[in-house]
C-alpha cells in the first residue's frame, strides 16, 4: 500500500523558524513534523511512502533519512517549480498508479483513524474519499459542501466565530487560494450543525489521474474534484473525530508544541547540548539545540532556536528567537510576523 506526504511548501509564515529549513522539516519536540506524518501512515499500515520536495529540499531528506526510523521507506520526488496539491501528484504518478494510495499534508499531526476512512472508501466505491471534521468553532477554513455522505462542492469561508487573519499563498500548501492562516486544533466530535472542513488527508484511485492536468500546475479542491463530480464520479465524504493540529504560524507552532507538552505534565522542551544557568527562569518554552540561556534571565512563551544565545538578565516573552547571523542578507516575507536585532539575536514578538 502506497501513500504520499506533500512537503513542498515554504512556511513562509513561520518565517524566520524556516530560514535554513521547509515548515515540514521543523522539529516539534525534537521529532521533525513530516515524521509525525510518516509515522501516523506507517501505523495503519502504508510504509511505502512518496515524499514530494521543492524548497529546501535538502532538509527534509536530512529530517526523514530514509524513513526507517519512522517506520516507512521513502521514495522522494523533487519538483523543479511548485507544482500545486494535484500537479505534485501527476509528477509522482508512475509511482501511486497501480493502487489504492493515501495523501496527507505534510504540516499536520493527528490520530484520526485512517482505516475506518478506507471502509468508507470501499463501501461508496469512491473514486476519492475526502476525510473532513466538523469545524465547529467556525475557523477560517474553507467550508466542504456534503449531501447524502458525498462531496458536492467547495464553500467559502463559514460566517461567525474563529479568528480572521490574512491568508497566505503558500505553494506548498493543500489549496492554499481558500484555505486559513489561524487553525484551531481540535479534539472533535462529530457535530452535523456545524460546518465541515477539510483535514489534508485523502484516499485515491489511480482514476483519479484521468482528472490531473498533466505537467501543469494545479489544485485539487480547484482544478480536479470539481471536474470529477461534475462528471458523476463518488467523491465520497468520510467525518472523522480525533485529535487533528495544524501548524502554519509561529503562535500555532508554539501553542500546539505546548499542548503535546502538557500530555506529558512538562511544559519546557530542551533540545539536544543546551546549557542552561541554574538561575535561569525557563516557563512554557520550545528550545531547540545548542542553545545557552545565561544566568539571571527569564524565557517565558518563547521559541529558541538552534544556536541562540540569551545574555544575562535578558527577557523573552512571547516571542520567537533565532541568530541573526541565520537570517543576515534575507528579506522578510510579506507573510511573516515582524522581528527586531537585539545584539545577536533576532526576536519575533508573537503578539502582533
Known amino acids: 500500500m502506497r501513500a504520499m506526504i506533500l512537503s513542498a511548501g515554504y512556511g513562509t509564515r513561520l518565517w524566520p523558524l524556516t530560514e535554513d529549513r521547509t515548515k515540514p522539516a521543523l522539529p516539534i519536540l525534537g521529532k521533525p513534523l513530516v515524521g509525525y506524518v510518516a509515522e501516523y501512515l506507517a501505523g495503519f499500515g502504508y510504509r511505502n511512502i512518496v515524499v514530494n520536495l521543492h524548497h529546501r529540499p535538502e532538509s527534509v531528506r536530512a529530517a526523514l533519512g530514509d ?30 498508479d497501480r493502487e489504492t494510495f493515501v495523501v496527507v499534508n505534510g504540516k499536520i499531526i493527528t490520530d484520526i483513524d485512517l482505516g475506518a476512512a478506507l471502509e468508507t472508501h470501499i463501501k461508496t466505491n469512491a473514486l476519492a474519499t475526502l476525510i473532513l471534521l466538523p469545524n465547529v468553532a467556525r475557523e477560517r477554513f474553507s467550508m466542504v459542501e456534503v449531501a447524502g455522505g458525498l462531496v458536492k462542492g467547495f464553500g467559502g469561508m463559514p460566517e461567525g466565530g474563529g479568528r480572521s487573519r490574512r491568508q497566505e499563498q503558500d505553494p506548498g500548501d493543500l489549496d492554499q487560494s481558500k484555505e486559513p492562516d489561524l487553525h484551531q486544533p481540535q479534539d472533535a466530535e462529530v457535530n452535523h450543525a456545524a460546518p465541515l472542513m477539510f483535514t489534508g488527508i485523502q484516499i485515491l484511485e489511480p482514476r483519479i489521474f484521468d482528472y490531473i492536468p498533466r505537467g501543469v500546475f494545479s489544485h485539487s479542491t480547484i482544478d480536479v474534484y470539481p471536474q ?46 543546551c546549557k542552561i544557568a541554574p538561575s535561569a527562569e525557563i516557563t512554557d518554552s520550545i528550545i531547540w539545540d545548542d542553545v545557552i540561556v545565561a544566568a539571571g534571565s527569564r524565557v517565558r512563551r518563547a521559541i529558541l532556536g538552534d544556536g541562540v544565545r540569551i545574555p544575562e538578565g535578558e527577557a523573552i516573552e512571547n516571542a520567537a528567537v533565532v541568530r541573526a547571523a541565520l537570517i543576515a542578507g534575507s528579506t522578510s516575507p510579506a507573510k511573516a510576523l515582524r522581528g527586531e536585532l537585539r545584539g545577536e539575536n533576532f526576536v519575533v514578538p508573537l503578539t502582533q
Open 228 to 273: 470529477a463530480i461534475a462528471n458523476g464520479e463518488v467523491v465520497a465524504a468520510h467525518v472523522a473525530k480525533g485529535k487533528w493540529y495544524e501548524l502554519s504560524t509561529i503562535p500555532r507552532y508554539l501553542e500546539i508544541s505546548l499542548k503535546l507538552l502538557a500530555e506529558e505534565g512538562v511544559s519546557v522542551y530542551k533540545g539536544l547540548r
Open 67 to 96: 524513513g526507517s526510523r519512522f517506520g516507512a521507506q521513502l521514495t522522494y520526488v523533487e519538483e523543479s517549480t511548485i507544482l500545486g496539491t494535484s500537479g505534485a501528484l501527476d509528477n509522482a504518478r508512475h509511482l501511486l
